[in-house]
């Protein structure tokens, strides 16, 4: 069964780095989002992105993230100046112009921004 | 998107039917209901989803009041693997899903 893949699965980094979020959502799919969560806390959305731009993004998704579909295949979320704050689970989902808001979610990247 | 309610908690033995109720009385007419479930920090699960009859599939069943103000997801034989936090989500397709703090499903042996 085809399903969604995020690399790396726990990164860790320093305050004021940026890092890369990687995801390859299920071929063939055109809707991708990302959501992240914080330890304890309710999952929330970030982005969706949708034929090549950005359809919605959330009050957190502000000028230090961007997102980037640069082969067709992956999918990758950037942070560019790391805060302890960002510190959370993210999740990759991707949904099928057919199946109708039903997302497929990968295991989450881990991130610990020390 | 509009609102939905749920029990934080619920308990099941295992074996039996668990029933996860919610209510969702501000449901307009062109909303779904989607029930999604997250395993321990896993990725969330979608799980069913349906307009205003009844769905099964492989996973669960979704049963939808006449006037859609609300559902219960009926898991048939439950397993410990089922335990969960089980997610009840009105919106419309292709946009992002809401989450809220959904019900922790306890499946006991």
């Known amino acids: 069964e085809p399903e969604v893949t995020q690399t790396p699965s726990h990164q860790v980094t320093q305050m004021g780095q940026e890092v890369i979020l990687r995801c390859v959502p299920i071929?063939?799919?055109?809707?991708f989002y990302w959501y992240r969560q914080i330890l304890g806390q309710k999952v929330e959305f970030l982005v969706s992105?949708?034929?090549?731009?950005?359809?919605?993004k959330s009050e957190i998704f502000d000028d230090q993230f961007s997102v980037e579909r640069p082969d067709g295949s992956n999918f990758t979320l950037k942070i560019r100046s790391t805060k302890l704050e960002d510190s959370a689970m993210y999740f990759c989902?991707?949904?099928?112009?057919?199946?109708?808001?039903?997302?497929?979610f990968g295991p989450g990247t881990r991130l610990t921004v020390l | 998107d509009a609102k939905t309610t749920q029990p934080p908690s619920m308990d099941c033995a295992e074996g039996r039917a668990a029933n996860l109720p919610c209510n969702h009385s501000?449901?307009?007419?062109?909303?779904?209901v989607y029930w999604y479930r997250q395993i321990h920090s896993q990725g969330p699960q979608y799980i069913i989803h349906?307009?205003?009859n009844n769905e099964t599939n492989e996973m669960a069943s979704l049963i939808i009041t006449e006037d859609r103000k609300s559902s219960t997801l009926i898991l048939p034989h439950a397993t410990l693997r089922d335990t969960a936090v089980y997610y009840c989500?009105?919106?419309?397709?292709?946009?992002?899903?809401?989450f809220g703090t959904g019900t922790k499903l306890q499946v006991i042996p």
């Open positions: 071929s063939n799919h055109l809707y």
């Open positions: 992105f949708y034929n090549n731009e950005i359809s919605e």
């Open positions: 349906g307009l205003k």
């Open positions: 989902a991707s949904e099928d112009w057919s199946s109708y808001n039903e997302q497929f």
């Open positions: 989500i009105v919106t419309g397709g292709y946009q992002k899903v809401t």
């Open positions: 501000t449901i307009s007419g062109n909303e779904y």
